[in-house]
């Protein structure tokens, strides 16, 4: 009996750890990420990332959509974890915080739609397979300010008042001299060309759409100028120079 019952044990615990192994699910994404870890991928921008994967396999578009959603992947990954680990800490986002986070997301989607149909380009697998990444990079970021705030409260118990004002905004001399210059008024002012180029009804919608990001959710305001980024790699044609690299 005492054999039966070791037996039985061994085979009880042996199975869940047999079941999270999923060797087909590893090997599948080790393929993706052409043998490296998720770390080792993010350790790389995007348009480095898509360059080795493109090299090893083949230059097309096919592959670049395959390179953008391995990296994205690893992105989703590194979120869950980093939520994850502010659960435990009991520092995650509350639920109007989370909310706030959900109306954002699903008017930044809203504009997305608008704004692929509105670009009056052939279908682009490329650009929409980036545009999911600008998503996942808000969403990156959202939790990572809670992260960041455990970071700050920390130092800010050795810190003396004179480090409060070495992050401010707008004190740059040169910003304040050359006000052309500055990344949101050239954002803003490329934001406004794009529209112009459209017809009426269609630049009113997406207009529309736009300010519902702000509107919609305060969260917004905190990330004013890699939205308006965002909106202009939406809008902008295949063609020419981008007017920004992607953030990621």
């Not at 590893?26 to 998720?38: A, D, H, Q, S, Y």
């Not at 590194?78 to 997301?105: C, H, I, V, Y």
């Not at 670009?119 to 996942?136: F, G, L």
């Not at 401010?168 to 500055?182: C, H, L, R, V």
């Amino acid at each position: 009996m005492r054999v039966l019952a070791a037996v039985f044990m061994l085979f009880l615990f042996a199975c869940p750890i047999f079941g999270q192994a999923k060797p087909g699910q590893n090997k599948r994404g080790n393929e993706e990420r052409l043998g490296m870890t998720c770390a080792q991928v993010l350790a790389m921008n995007s348009t480095d990332w898509v360059a080795k994967f493109t090299a090893a396999k083949d230059t097309t578009p096919e592959n670049t959509v395959l390179a953008v959603e391995a990296y994205g992947k690893c992105y989703d990954a590194r979120t869950t974890s980093l939520s994850a680990s502010l659960g435990k800490q009991s520092k995650a986002p509350l639920m109007g915080a989370r909310g706030n986070f959900g109306d954002f997301e699903s008017a930044l989607k809203d504009f997305m739609a608008k704004a692929l149909a509105g670009n009056q380009q052939p279908a682009d697998s490329v650009k929409t397979a980036y545009a999911s990444m600008y998503e996942k990079q808000f969403r990156y970021a959202f939790y990572q300010s809670y992260s960041q705030r455990l970071a700050k409260h920390s130092s800010s118990e050795t810190k003396g008042a004179g480090d409060a004002s070495t992050g401010a905004a707008g004190t740059d001399p040169k910003s304040a001299a050359k006000p052309d210059a500055d990344p949101m008024t050239l954002a803003k002012n490329r934001f406004g060309e794009l529209l112009a180029a459209m017809p009426g009804d269609q630049r009113h919608e997406i207009h529309a759409a736009f300010g519902q990001i702000f509107e919609r959710s305060p969260i917004g305001e905190h990330w004013k100028l890699e939205i308006y980024r965002y909106a202009i790699f939406l809008l902008e044609p295949p063609t020419g120079k981008p007017f920004s690299t992607p953030p990621f």
